[in-house]
């Protein structure tokens, strides 16, 4: 099945996963257009936190409603006998969750958390044995997230599925702790999900806090990939084909939506790919089981990059190419696994010749690693490392660019 991209037509029609009003206690119980809806009511310290994002994500329909409520929060105008009501579909509470996995990641979360709990829906931290404070942040100042200790770094995919194993919700978002929604992507997001039931992974527009596009959809790699780091981070390209139109593609998985119901059939995340890559094995397996790949071009996500990894940057870059190669050895076998390695040696001596300082010296070291074994020892071997999710744009999971 081609992967397909949405588009904004009918979307208007679809109604606003979130309103907000003011109730007066003694006026009786608000009123809610949605006969779905229940009645979340929030603290006063609560509604201020939840209102610190509204600007950047909540609809046009209901602008004027949050404007408000801003200027009352911000001026402290909540009069005694005024309950601030928030008005949640049961869409938000029974059909999603939203999981972060995270690592060191305290000030990427300070500016990304505030706009994923306004979402409405259920919201699990997953850390992946930070060494700094996040744990205390993330229980101090958001007392609604759920967070889970895992006590040690197990990996980025098995940490998410340790937040699988944890939530209910048929739809589930995974985010790094640098990406949040721009306006209503989330809501976007599950309308495409809603429309599109064969769908399995979807990932919404993606672009960088100064707004470049970044890619979301790229084309399953092959063993003829050289190396090139930065394949997510980089703008789209031009292409003869349309992206909708390929037909072996994977999904980026900074942002990315997945349906419960297709995990169960073909597995989650494969604890084997530490880091990188375990969503492009992901969408290669539910690919072959009949699943669709897709983008929401009417979801629109910042993903920043840049955090965790660029202090390890030679471990994480090998780890990369490590990826590669166990991926070609699942899915095509240790033969082409063992032929990709042999290329890429190639590739990498002319990188180090066509690079100068610590990225010749990267190379050169990654050079030096591929030439220590077969693909199979150096796939089955990882040495230490502690990698978080978010990486340095030329940090990212390979694709099938050059």
Known sequence: MAPRVFDRDGLDEIASLEQVVVHRGVDGPPQMDDP????????????????????????????????????????????????????VTSRDVTQLSIVVVSHDSRSDLTRSLPAVIAAGAEVVIVDNGSTDDTPEFVRDGFPSVRLLELGENIGYGAAFNEGLRVTRAPLLLLLNPDAWPIDDGIAQLLACAQRSPGIAAIAPRLQAPDGALQQSLI??????????????????RL???????????????????????????????????????????????????????????????????????????????????????????????????????????????????????????????????????????????????????????GDRTSGSAC
């Not at 220590?372 to 150096?378: E, M, N, P, V």
């Open 36 to 87: 779905e809806a229940v009645v979340v009511r929030e603290s006063q310290q609560e509604l201020r936190q939840r209102l610190a994002a509204v600007m950047r994500i909540s609809s046009r329909r209901i602008w004027n409603c949050h404007k408000y409520l801003l200027r009352q929060a911000s001026a402290g105008a909540v009069s005694r006998g005024v309950q601030f009501v928030r008005l």
């Open 219 to 236: 084309g399953l790699p092959t063993r003829w990939w050289t190396g090139a780091p930065a394949v997510t981070s980089k703008p789209p």
């Open 239 to 393: 292409r003869r084909r349309p992206r909708s139109e390929l037909r072996r593609a994977f999904a980026v998985g900074a942002a990315l939506l997945l349906r419960r119901e297709a995990l169960d059939q073909v597995g989650a995340f494969d604890p084997a790919f530490f880091m990188f890559y375990e969503e492009v094995d992901l969408c290669r397996r539910l690919q072959e089981a009949g699943w669709g790949i897709g983008m929401c071009a009417a979801a629109r996500f910042v993903h920043v990059g840049g955090a965790s990894t660029r202090k390890q940057w030679p471990a994480m870059y090998r780890e990369q190419l490590r990826g590669h190669l166990r991926y070609l050895e699942k899915h095509e076998g240790i033969k082409t696994a063992e032929g990709a390695r042999r290329y890429l040696k190639w590739a990498l001596r002319a990188r180090v010749l066509a690079s100068i300082g610590e990225t010749r010296r990267v190379y050169l070291n990654a050079l030096r690693w591929l030439d220590s074994g077969s693909a199979r020892l150096l796939v089955e071997f990882r040495e230490p490392t502690s990698p978080g999710r978010t990486a340095e744009p």
